[in-house]
């Protein structure tokens, strides 16, 4: 049975309950998230598309890209931007709170805690067990960005983008912050050359 809390779109909840659900969406990413950015990337795309439908698919990976070209963590980064945009100043607060203070104490705890039993085998088994795990979510979440590039792209243009950006991050050793701002700039141009092409018809 849906519940009438459940058809209501996030843009029209009260500002109680936008706060409540950017709180726990970010809390569960920010408590989940072994490893850092990486790893939590997956956990708060499934969070605010998913389950609490503040933005589409495509404006999460616009979010994803613009984050990567700036500095910082891109778990604070998104965070704060996607708070900010769904609640306000106060959904940003609420964003970066729920999202570094957990990570924070637990960090303290498990430090001073595998300080004390870090030569055990469960210990370092645990540790290198999570591992993959962080690699099937992102794999996961590398297919799902693949096929909406085939979408909106088509197969060649997204092969072609992705072999330069492999040429580029892996063997020219570019920082994927230079990749994304020259495909943002070649994007950009697009539109204005396409406008220019239909004058000239």
């Known amino acids: 049975m849906v519940t009438k809390k459940e058809t209501i779109p996030f843009s029209e909840k009260d500002t109680i309950t936008k706060q409540k659900d950017i709180f726990i969406a970010f809390f569960r990413s920010g408590i989940l ?7 939590t990337i997956p956990l708060v795309q499934k969070e605010v598309v ?29 965070a704060g931007y996607i708070g900010y945009r769904v609640g306000g ?42 591992v993959p795990i962080v690699a099937v979510m992102l794999g996961v979440l590398t297919w799902d960005f693949l096929k909406k590039s085939k979408k909106s792209l088509g197969w060649k243009v997204g092969t072609l983008i992705l072999v330069c950006s492999f040429v580029g991050i892996f063997l020219l050793k570019l920082h994927p912050g230079v990749i994304i701002g020259l ?3 070649f994007a950009l141009a697009l539109p204005i050359k396409k406008k220019e092409e239909g004058e000239e018809k």
């Open 89 to 130: 100043w106060l959904g940003l607060v609420t964003a970066l709170v729920a999202t570094v203070v957990p990570t924070v104490l637990l960090m303290i705890i498990l430090l001073v805690t595998l300080k004390e039993f870090k030569d055990f085998d469960f210990v370092k088994g645990m540790t290198k067990g999570v």
């Open 33 to 39: 998230g072994f490893g850092g950015g990486p790893s």
């Open 183 to 185: 495909l943002l700039l």
């Open 50 to 78: 998913d389950t609490f439908k503040m933005m589409t698919d495509e404006e999460f990976s616009d979010v994803l890209s613009i984050g990567n070209t700036l500095p910082g963590p891109i778990a604070t980064k998104m």
